[in-house]
């Protein structure tokens, strides 16, 4: 049962992205933030979970990255029509997606898979942090120092945008792609690996 923990919270990721939004465009500011929090807890809680019990599955590894791009952006968009956003913000996080999935297609075809690197995710992470600064500005109605802070952070989040995109360039011609072959192995639990080992003791 553990080895699909990680990818049930994958799931739960993209289940939450509708109610996210819907509560946005009601107003409902405290609900929201508990629903973002929830999102980026399961998302740090899949990531563990597969790395420390070994359970990296295929799903995961596409998956959840989609998680990630699919929830900031939905969030990110609602924020831009509730005028809470600069529009150029999301251009531009819109503009490194698309840039990295029209590259990982490419590379597919060649028979290489792009997978999540950790820039990505410290990205995703920036992002979360400001979002959640929105909201928490508009919900409880905090003094401007807090939307200032929020606006500080993202821009060191596109700045991190960027270099995230230089650095997976960089990545897809040494060790950030990894065979579409590999795809098809098979992830052991790591109980299994400790019953073996203990046999061969």
Same mark, same amino acid.
């Given at each position: 049962?553990?080895?699909?923990?990680?990818?049930?919270?994958?799931?739960?990721?993209?289940?939450?992205?509708?109610?996210?939004?819907?509560?946005?465009?009601?107003?409902?500011?405290?609900?929201?933030?508990?629903?973002?929090?929830?999102?980026?807890?399961?998302?740090?809680?899949?990531?563990?979970?597969?790395?420390?019990?070994?359970? =990296?599955?295929?799903? %995961?590894?596409?998956?959840?990255?989609?998680?990630?791009? /699919?929830? #900031? &952006?939905?969030?990110?968009?609602? !924020?831009?029509?509730?005028?809470?956003?600069?529009?150029?913000?999301?251009?531009?996080?819109?503009?490194?997606?698309?840039?990295?999935?029209?590259?990982?297609?490419?590379?597919?075809?060649?028979?290489?898979?792009?997978?999540?690197?950790?820039?990505?995710?410290?990205?995703?992470?920036?992002?979360?942090?400001?979002?959640?600064?929105? =909201?928490?500005?508009? %919900?409880?109605?905090?003094?401007?120092?807090?939307?200032? /802070?929020? #606006? &500080?952070l993202y821009y060191i989040? !596109?700045?991190?945008?960027?270099?995230?995109?230089?650095?997976?360039?960089?990545?897809?011609?040494?060790?950030?792609?990894?065979?579409?072959?590999?795809?098809?192995?098979?992830?052991?639990?790591?109980?299994?690996?400790?019953?073996?080992?203990?046999?061969?003791?």
């Amino acid at each position: 049962m553990l080895k699909h923990v990680p990818n049930i919270l994958t799931i739960i990721r993209f289940l939450l992205i509708p109610f996210i939004v819907i509560c946005l465009f009601t107003e409902q500011y405290v609900l929201t933030f508990i629903l973002v929090a929830l999102s980026a807890f399961t998302d740090a809680a899949d990531g563990f979970i597969a790395r420390k019990f070994n359970l =990296i599955s295929n799903f %995961g590894k596409l998956m959840d990255p989609l998680a990630d791009k /699919l929830t #900031l &952006i939905s969030i990110l968009t609602s !924020l831009v029509l509730l005028k809470l956003l600069p529009f150029w913000i999301l251009l531009v996080v819109v503009i490194k997606e698309f840039v990295l999935v029209a590259g990982a297609s490419f590379l597919y075809g060649k028979n290489v898979v792009v997978y999540s690197r950790w820039y990505g995710k410290a990205t995703t992470v920036l992002f979360y942090l400001a979002i959640a600064i929105s =909201i928490l500005y508009k %919900g409880f109605d905090l003094p401007d120092i807090w939307n200032n /802070l929020d #606006l &500080i952070l993202y821009y060191i989040a !596109l700045a991190m945008t960027v270099i995230a995109l230089v650095l997976y360039i960089k990545d897809l011609s040494k060790l950030g792609v990894i065979n579409k072959s590999d795809l098809n192995k098979d992830v052991e639990d790591v109980s299994i690996k400790e019953k073996k080992k203990t046999k061969k003791v």
